[in-house]
């Protein structure tokens, strides 16, 4: 692994430059430890937000082990890999999933996407150039941890939102990225998602346990800091996991039950403090 500093739109937009034309948002969805619910979270946020009136993409950034059209249940005959290699055009590419939204999918087991070469981090921002105007929001859905392709999917975005479980070891992970994210991609802000969440306040007390440890052992390289920002909990619910058992979207599942309601509660607290500017 390479010690060089990637150069991303992230990093540009620290130099002063725009990171991308146009209106869109790009959040990265991503976490520390894996299997922690990013692919059922970005599925069900960008359904919430479609519902709430934007234009969302979700980008399945998990290159060499993507799974998004399963939760989805769709089966593409064209994906990302065949926009990069030039077989197909981005238009091709570019589903509807059932929640309305649109999806960008990648095919799964692909040794070669595992790693970060030159030509993927090229055809991935190609495409990302093309997209981001086109949509209000962009949601990243990311490998987990901090392989250099999943940073670098995390560094074409503007915001960051981090799923974590109350698991120790998923919060342990959560507090080494997110250090990452400051260290190497001077990130000052990271928002965060507690998921299968199983007491009230359990987002809240680990938002600030995080925080403390942040503080006290991070220090980086401009003094900023990083700040933690609680965007909500999801709470464990036998619904999520038959839902993506019946391969359906869980507002389409159990539109009612505990998890859904608090996806959507959470798609209100983002447009609020991000999006309420780009309503199409
Ligand atoms: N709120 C929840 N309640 C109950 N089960 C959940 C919840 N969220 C996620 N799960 C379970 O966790 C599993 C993994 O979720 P998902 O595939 O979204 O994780 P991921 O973070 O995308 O994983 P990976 O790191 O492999 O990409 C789901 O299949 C589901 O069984
Ligand atoms: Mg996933």
Redesign the pocket.
Same mark, same amino acid.
């Given at each position: 692994m390479t010690s060089t500093p990637i150069q991303t739109p992230h990093a540009a937009a620290h130099a002063g430059l725009p990171a991308y034309s146009g209106k869109g948002l790009v959040m990265a969805v991503t976490?520390g %430890?894996?299997?922690?619910? %990013?692919?059922?979270?970005?599925?069900n946020l960008a359904a919430a937000l479609t519902r709430r009136g934007h234009k969302v993409l979700v980008l399945d950034a #998990?290159l060499g082990?993507a799974?998004l059209d399963v939760?989805l249940n769709l089966y593409p005959k064209i994906t990302l890999h065949d926009v990069f290699t030039g077989k197909a055009t981005l238009d091709d590419a570019i589903l509807k999933a059932p929640g309305g939204f649109s999806v960008l999918l990648a095919g799964s087991g692909m040794v070669e996407y595992s790693r970060l070469t030159p030509e993927v981090r090229e055809d991935f921002m190609k495409v990302m150039q093309t997209i981001v105007p086109r949509f209000d929001v962009v949601l990243l859905?990311?490998? @987990?941890?901090i392989s250099d392709v999943v940073l670098f999917a995390v560094s074409l975005a503007s915001e960051v939102l981090m799923?974590a479980?109350p698991e120790p070891t998923s919060l342990t992970d959560a507090y080494a990225t997110i250090k990452v994210l400051a260290m190497q991609q001077g990130r000052q802000q990271v928002r965060l998602v507690v998921?299968?969440?199983t007491r009230p306040g359990d987002g809240r007390n680990i938002t600030g346990q995080l925080q403390q440890v942040l503080n006290r052992f991070l220090s980086t390289q401009n003094g900023a800091g990083m700040k933690l920002v609680h965007m909500g909990d999801?709470?464990? #619910?036998?619904?999520?996991?038959d839902a993506?058992?019946r391969r359906q979207l869980l507002l389409v599942h159990a539109p009612g039950c505990p @998890?859904a309601l608090?996806v959507g509660q959470i798609a209100g607290r983002l447009e609020d403090a991000v999006l309420g500017h780009t309503l199409s």
């Amino acid at each position: 692994m390479t010690s060089t500093p990637i150069q991303t739109p992230h990093a540009a937009a620290h130099a002063g430059l725009p990171a991308y034309s146009g209106k869109g948002l790009v959040m990265a969805v991503t976490s520390g %430890k894996g299997g922690v619910g %990013k692919t059922f979270f970005s599925a069900n946020l960008a359904a919430a937000l479609t519902r709430r009136g934007h234009k969302v993409l979700v980008l399945d950034a #998990d290159l060499g082990l993507a799974n998004l059209d399963v939760v989805l249940n769709l089966y593409p005959k064209i994906t990302l890999h065949d926009v990069f290699t030039g077989k197909a055009t981005l238009d091709d590419a570019i589903l509807k999933a059932p929640g309305g939204f649109s999806v960008l999918l990648a095919g799964s087991g692909m040794v070669e996407y595992s790693r970060l070469t030159p030509e993927v981090r090229e055809d991935f921002m190609k495409v990302m150039q093309t997209i981001v105007p086109r949509f209000d929001v962009v949601l990243l859905d990311t490998g @987990a941890g901090i392989s250099d392709v999943v940073l670098f999917a995390v560094s074409l975005a503007s915001e960051v939102l981090m799923v974590a479980t109350p698991e120790p070891t998923s919060l342990t992970d959560a507090y080494a990225t997110i250090k990452v994210l400051a260290m190497q991609q001077g990130r000052q802000q990271v928002r965060l998602v507690v998921n299968q969440a199983t007491r009230p306040g359990d987002g809240r007390n680990i938002t600030g346990q995080l925080q403390q440890v942040l503080n006290r052992f991070l220090s980086t390289q401009n003094g900023a800091g990083m700040k933690l920002v609680h965007m909500g909990d999801v709470p464990a #619910d036998q619904s999520v996991k038959d839902a993506i058992m019946r391969r359906q979207l869980l507002l389409v599942h159990a539109p009612g039950c505990p @998890a859904a309601l608090a996806v959507g509660q959470i798609a209100g607290r983002l447009e609020d403090a991000v999006l309420g500017h780009t309503l199409s």
